[in-house]
């Protein structure tokens, strides 16, 4: 089933132009997006997200046009974690993830029960019970990420959609980012449509590949069907050689 579906999207900011973008996103699947800079990646979660406007064309969430949610609705299914930012170092871990459960809350009045539940299992979700408690400016980057994570959970939402989630992560945690994010899908079905430049944990990790090239879909498919010498030089311009050992593929430059 398709949850999230775009129809001859088009979008023009200066010089850049999405081209009729037609994408449909599986439920419960991870799909990655990638492609070179300036491909117009983060711009499309954007316009899914609704933090941008289409020019033309359709966008629709579970069969309804997305410009007919509500904003407060549309926050309730669809989450949105941009790029990594700065975050106010003077609050906890709880306090951040908390944030998430904006959507649902009044307001006025203190923060319901059923909200401290969300809030403790999305911190247990990203491991961080033993840190709960700690202030944000103390964490180190894989940390505050994965708090990122968590208040991106907190939203309960079936879509989770991650703007290059491992950016100015190390390898060790970005590894144990996408492990996260792989069992967080698979365990509570939660589809994940993310943002990716590392190839090499697009392949691995998701379902389904959605390459761009110059605001254009390129190619879309199962990493191990479409990650090819062939797309490495169209798409990247770079003469090399890949295979799959395990699920994970393997880029070789030539000489």
């Excluded at 799909?31 to 359709?58: C, E, H, M, Q, Y």
């Excluded at 247990?124 to 709960?132: F, S």
């Amino acid at each position: 089933m398709t949850v999230l579906k775009s129809e001859e999207l088009q979008f023009r900011q200066g010089k850049f132009q999405l081209h009729d973008i037609n994408i449909e996103f599986p439920e419960g699947k991870m799909t990655a997006i990638v492609g070179p800079n300036g491909s117009g990646k983060s711009t499309l979660l954007k316009l899914f997200a609704r933090l941008l406007k289409a020019d033309n064309g359709l966008v629709t969430l579970d069969n309804q046009p997305i410009h007919k949610y509500k904003r407060k609705e549309y926050s309730q299914k669809i989450a949105m974690l941009p790029q990594a930012k700065e975050v106010l170092p003077s609050i906890t871990v709880k306090e951040l993830v908390g944030y998430g459960r904006v959507p649902f809350q009044r307001l006025t009045g203190p923060v319901s029960e059923e909200d401290k539940e969300i809030i403790a299992w999305a911190i247990r979700e990203t491991g961080l019970e033993n840190m709960a408690d700690r202030m944000v400016g103390h964490l180190s980057g894989g940390e505050l990420q994965r708090a990122r994570i968590a208040m991106a959970l907190a939203q309960k939402t079936s879509v989770l959609l991650l703007d290059e989630p491992t950016t100015f992560l190390d390898i060790t945690h970005q590894l144990e980012l996408m492990k996260i994010l792989s069992r967080i899908n698979k365990t509570h079905q939660i589809t994940v449509i993310m943002v990716l430049h590392e190839l090499q944990y697009a392949g691995a990790y998701s379902d389904n590949l959605i390459v761009m090239k110059r605001g254009e879909i390129y190619q879309t498919g199962k990493p191990q069907a479409i990650l090819t010498a062939q797309l490495l030089k169209e798409v990247y311009e770079i003469d090399a050689s890949i295979k799959f050992e395990n699920n994970y593929p393997v880029i070789i430059p030539k000489n």
